[in-house]
Nanobody, 126 residues
């Protein structure tokens, strides 16, 4: 069993940056392929970025146009999402998720993730 806790959200002006963290606890004897998703009010949850168990494979959604970067520190059992050049359309609750331990790579499909955090709110003002 793995518990995920996101942090780092908040209110930021357009053009600003935030770094989200996702700390894992529980069964962290091995690392997990991870992903970040977000959900804005009235919209479906959408994929943001993924990272492999060892951090050697990453991918961020094309619509982000390189503004967001995912990384991890397995020694700290933590995954990060660096968000730059934020705009009001990035306002959402951001969730981190972990796949089952058998998978090395992340996935863009939310249904492929087994563990979810409670989310952290990111609000970008214009």
């Amino acid at each position: 069993q793995v518990q995920l806790v996101e942090s780092g959200g908040g209110l930021v002006q357009a053009g600003g940056s935030l770094r989200l963290s996702c700390a894992a606890s529980g069964d962290t004897s091995t690392s997990y392929a991870m992903g970040w998703f977000r959900q804005a009010p009235g919209k479906e949850r959408e994929f943001v970025a993924l990272i492999s168990r060892d951090g050697d494979s990453t991918y961020a959604a094309d619509f982000l146009k390189g503004r967001f970067t995912i990384s991890r520190d397995n020694a700290k059992d933590t995954v990060y999402l660096q968000m730059n050049s934020l705009n009001p359309e990035d306002t959402a609750v951001y969730y981190c998720a972990a796949r089952s331990v058998v998978y090395r790579l992340g996935s863009t499909n939310a249904y492929d993730y087994y563990y979810w955090g409670q989310g952290t709110q990111v609000t970008v003002s214009s």
